[in-house]
């Protein structure tokens, strides 16, 4: 009869006709040392089988019995257990228990599974709490920190790509020993290079520290390859992160991914390496850690991502794009853990480092090519913060520009940390006075950023983190970001000048004070003119 293949029948006319049922193991257990958790990975050192526990029921404090749900390949030995066998941790090989006597029992269940219609192997999973997977065309639906599906929404706070060259406007560099950050113009990436000196940094940190939203999640990305798998005395590292706080990725002669923090008032890591990644190993092994059976190629241009909740205790996912779909390879968890925070900030910088820590076979290389953080919310960060103003004032002198004034953040805290804010002038008052004649006047206002004002004194407005400098001399002129025409007075929107947080007013990352200035040119007349602007921000602290 044509169709029989896609039925099987019920008895009595199925004998050797097979259903397919899910199959488990129940083993009990005595000597027991240490935890023995659901959904944990473990390894019977005799038989060599491996699963997972999907059940427990503790009968003392020394025994009990395990529900193990088998990897693939053991289902088709049929091996079982023998008893007074270790039981180790899958990851760690560390001693669990030991198989009690009793045969294992063999448990099938007869469920109703969703599954392929080309392939019966492919089947709806569920997980133990009930829910099941669903994934489109591209991979699963994303979710941001806090559990929210991801949808276009999202606020970017940094936008970074290398197309002409090394920036030093919104990074910071910093080369030591022989190593050197350059450009390849070809893969339009920036280069950090080492050579096999002990000592060797490459060192490229933006100089932005992203504001981070308590309660909204925020996001990292960027595109990394190194130069080689990785040698004896050499760490790269990439990721959102500084000297003391941060989350990253380190090659040291092996992959691993990094928790830092200065909480206790030393900078401590939490490491976790490649082998014990608790979502995806990324190793090829095609085993129950690896579940996209993917091996990661350090050496190609990887998209790696992280996000994080913060708020002092929340989650911080590492994961990698592959293919096109967006894979999490560990989740680190601190939140019921411990009475402190996992870092000192969420708010922090992108970096990428190569770091000689001895003498090393040879030169290293690391490539760069762009980066993102996005908070998961739409916010605008210039719209944050406090208000506050700053005031300079000066006259003109001769037909040329003359210096006016200038203002920058402060370098500190009274704590003696780096001041991070971000400052957004948000309007500036303009007035010019002529007072010979006892007149208004007509000049020519221009703005600039960055530059070196030498001598002078740098006076700190009461009560804010700026401080201003009225009577220094332009050593190293900056950028001219604005110029207004003022007759008389004159308020100027500086919200269009200033319209994100990557032109924001803020400090290098290595802490140097960035600032800027005005000048004032008279346009008519040969009275020297009195020029004051006054400058209403809001101060974002980071």
């Given at each position: 009869?044509?169709?029989?293949?896609?039925?099987t029948r019920?008895?009595?006319?199925?004998?050797?006709?097979?259903?397919?049922?899910?199959?488990?193991?129940?083993?009990?257990?005595?000597?027991?040392?240490?935890?023995?958790?659901?959904?944990?990975?473990?390894?019977?050192?005799?038989?060599?089988?491996?699963?997972?526990?999907?059940?427990?029921?503790?009968d003392?404090?020394?025994?009990?019995?395990?529900?193990?749900?088998?990897?693939?390949?053991?289902?088709?030995?049929?091996?079982?257990?023998?008893?007074?066998?270790?039981?180790?941790?899958?990851?760690?090989?560390?001693?669990?228990?030991?198989?009690?006597?009793?045969?294992?029992?063999?448990?099938?269940?007869?469920?109703?599974?969703?599954?392929?219609?080309?392939?019966?192997?492919?089947?709806?999973?569920v997980?133990?709490?009930?829910?099941?997977?669903?994934?489109?065309?591209?991979?699963?639906?994303?979710?941001?920190?806090?559990?929210?599906?991801?949808?276009?929404?999202?606020?970017?706070q940094?936008?970074?790509?290398?197309?002409?060259?090394?920036?030093?406007?919104?990074?910071?560099?910093?080369?030591?020993?022989?190593?050197?950050?350059?450009?390849?113009?070809?893969?339009?990436?920036?280069?950090?290079?080492?050579t096999?000196?002990?000592?060797?940094?490459?060192?490229?940190?933006?100089?932005?520290?992203?504001h981070?939203?308590?309660?909204?999640?925020?996001?990292?990305?960027?595109?990394?390859?190194?130069?080689?798998?990785?040698k004896?005395?050499?760490?790269?590292?990439?990721?959102?992160?500084?000297?003391?706080?941060?989350?990253?990725?380190?090659?040291?002669?092996?992959?691993?991914?990094?928790?830092?923090?200065?909480?206790?008032?030393?900078?401590?890591?939490?490491?976790?390496?490649?082998?014990?990644?608790?979502?995806?190993?990324?190793?090829?092994?095609?085993?129950?850690?690896?579940?996209?059976?993917?091996?990661?190629?350090?050496?190609?241009?990887?998209?790696?991502?992280?996000?994080?909740?913060?708020?002092?205790?929340?989650?911080?996912?590492?994961?990698?794009?592959?293919?096109?779909?967006?894979?999490?390879?560990?989740?680190?968890?601190?939140?019921?853990?411990?009475?402190?925070?996992?870092?000192?900030?969420?708010?922090?910088?992108?970096?990428?480092?190569?770091?000689?820590?001895?003498?090393?076979?040879?030169?290293?290389?690391?490539?760069?090519?762009?980066?993102?953080?996005?908070?998961?919310?739409?916010?605008?960060?210039?719209?944050?913060?406090?208000?506050?103003?700053?005031?300079?004032?000066?006259?003109?002198?001769?037909?040329?520009?003359?210096?006016?004034?200038?203002?920058?953040?402060?370098?500190?805290?009274?704590?003696?940390?780096?001041?991070?804010?971000l400052?957004?002038?948000?309007?500036?008052?303009?007035?010019?006075?002529?007072?010979?004649?006892?007149?208004?006047?007509?000049?020519?206002?221009?703005?600039?950023?960055?530059?070196?004002?030498?001598?002078?004194?740098?006076?700190?407005?009461?009560?804010?983190?700026?401080?201003?400098?009225?009577?220094?001399?332009?050593?190293?002129?900056?950028?001219?970001?604005?110029?207004?025409?003022?007759?008389?007075?004159?308020?100027?929107?500086?919200?269009?000048?200033?319209?994100?947080?990557?032109?924001?007013v803020?400090?290098?990352?290595?802490?140097?004070?960035?600032?800027f200035?005005?000048?004032?040119?008279?346009?008519?007349?040969?009275?020297?003119?009195?020029?004051?602007?006054?400058?209403?921000?809001?101060?974002?602290?980071?």
């Amino acid at each position: 009869m044509a169709g029989e293949r896609r039925f099987t029948r019920i008895p009595p006319e199925s004998t050797g006709d097979r259903v397919r049922v899910k199959h488990s193991l129940d083993v009990l257990y005595n000597t027991r040392t240490n935890v023995i958790a659901e959904d944990s990975q473990i390894r019977f050192t005799t038989s060599g089988i491996v699963g997972t526990v999907i059940r427990h029921r503790v009968d003392t404090a020394t025994t009990g019995l395990i529900t193990v749900d088998l990897d693939k390949n053991v289902v088709d030995s049929n091996a079982l257990p023998q008893q007074s066998e270790n039981i180790v941790a899958l990851s760690s090989a560390t001693q669990l228990a030991k198989v009690a006597g009793g045969d294992p029992i063999d448990v099938f269940a007869n469920v109703t599974t969703v599954v392929g219609y080309d392939d019966q192997y492919n089947g709806l999973f569920v997980d133990r709490k009930g829910a099941a997977a669903i994934r489109f065309g591209e991979g699963e639906a994303t979710l941001d920190s806090f559990g929210k599906l991801r949808v276009s929404n999202a606020h970017i706070q940094g936008d970074y790509a290398f197309p002409q060259g090394v920036d030093t406007r919104l990074w910071t560099v910093n080369e030591q020993g022989s190593a050197t950050i350059t450009h390849d113009a070809a893969l339009r990436a920036v280069v950090l290079t080492n050579t096999p000196a002990d000592g060797d940094l490459a060192q490229y940190t933006s100089d932005q520290y992203h504001h981070y939203v308590p309660g909204v999640g925020q996001t990292t990305i960027m595109t990394v390859a190194l130069g080689d798998t990785g040698k004896t005395g050499l760490d790269r590292s990439w990721g959102y992160f500084d000297d003391a706080n941060g989350m990253f990725f380190r090659d040291n002669d092996g992959l691993e991914v990094v928790v830092r923090s200065s909480v206790t008032g030393t900078v401590e890591e939490t490491v976790i390496a490649q082998t014990d990644w608790n979502k995806d190993t990324l190793d090829g092994s095609s085993d129950i850690n690896n579940p996209s059976n993917v091996a990661l190629d350090k050496t190609a241009d990887n998209i790696y991502w992280f996000d994080v909740q913060w708020l002092g205790a929340g989650r911080i996912r590492f994961g990698v794009y592959i293919n096109g779909e967006r894979l999490i390879v560990h989740e680190y968890y601190h939140g019921n853990r411990f009475p402190y925070p996992n870092m000192q900030t969420g708010s922090l910088p992108v970096r990428v480092e190569q770091r000689n820590t001895a003498v090393v076979g040879s030169t290293s290389q690391m490539k760069f090519w762009c980066a993102g953080v996005l908070i998961e919310a739409d916010i605008d960060i210039t719209n944050l913060g406090t208000n506050f103003s700053v005031e300079v004032a000066g006259t003109t002198s001769g037909a040329g520009e003359t210096f006016i004034g200038a203002a920058r953040p402060a370098g500190l805290w009274p704590s003696g940390d780096v001041v991070h804010n971000l400052f957004f002038p948000k309007t500036i008052g303009l007035g010019a006075w002529d007072s010979t004649a006892g007149t208004a006047a007509f000049v020519k206002v221009s703005i600039y950023q960055s530059g070196f004002i030498s001598g002078g004194d740098w006076i700190q407005k009461a009560n804010t983190l700026f401080e201003t400098n009225l009577n220094g001399t332009i050593a190293v002129p900056g950028l001219k970001i604005a110029e207004y025409f003022v007759n008389a007075s004159h308020t100027v929107d500086a919200s269009k000048t200033f319209t994100n947080a990557q032109n924001a007013v803020k400090n290098k990352a290595d802490g140097t004070q960035q600032l800027f200035y005005f000048t004032a040119q008279k346009l008519v007349g040969a009275n020297d003119i009195s020029v004051q602007a006054s400058v209403s921000a809001k101060d974002v602290p980071n």
